[in-house]
């Protein structure tokens, strides 16, 4: 069964930095694009990140750009968001997602994590 599992979210100051973990045990990690989606109270489910199979590519969401990386260890099944200079605006639930061949910036992803919450305080 596979399983997405996410770590590392917690509640920190403006202008901070925080990594997010996603573990994907049971899954064929090396066939799958990853990705990085959010979601603040009250609003629709948004693309943040996402990485190629290879990792050779990655997009990013605008507001993200510079701020925000999202690698992955393919030997580990694991992909990761190193997030800095974080602000208020990015306080959400953030999930990570897998899809089977290529990337998307739309929620269609094959398997969703649940989540893990981040709370930027000014």
């Known amino acids: 069964q596979v399983q997405l599992v996410e770590s590392g979210g917690g509640l920190l100051q403006a202008g901070g930095p925080l990594r997010l973990s996603c573990a994907a045990p049971?899954?064929?990690?090396?066939?799958?694009?990853m990705a990085w989606f959010r979601q603040a109270l009250g609003q629709e489910r948004e693309f943040v990140a996402s990485?190629?199979?290879?990792?050779?590519?990655?997009f990013y969401l605008d507001s993200v750009k510079g701020r925000f990386t999202i690698p992955r260890d393919n030997a580990k099944n694991t992909l990761y968001q190193q997030m800095t200079s974080l602000k208020p605006e990015d306080t959400a639930v953030y999930y990570c997602?897998?899809?089977?061949?290529?990337?998307?910036?739309?929620?269609?992803?094959?398997?969703w994590g649940q989540g893990t919450q981040v709370t930027v305080s000014s």
């Open positions: 997602a897998a899809r089977l061949g290529l990337t998307q910036t739309t929620t269609q992803y094959d398997y």
């Open positions: 990485i190629t199979r290879s990792g050779g590519s990655k």
């Open positions: 049971g899954l064929t990690f090396i066939n799958y694009a």
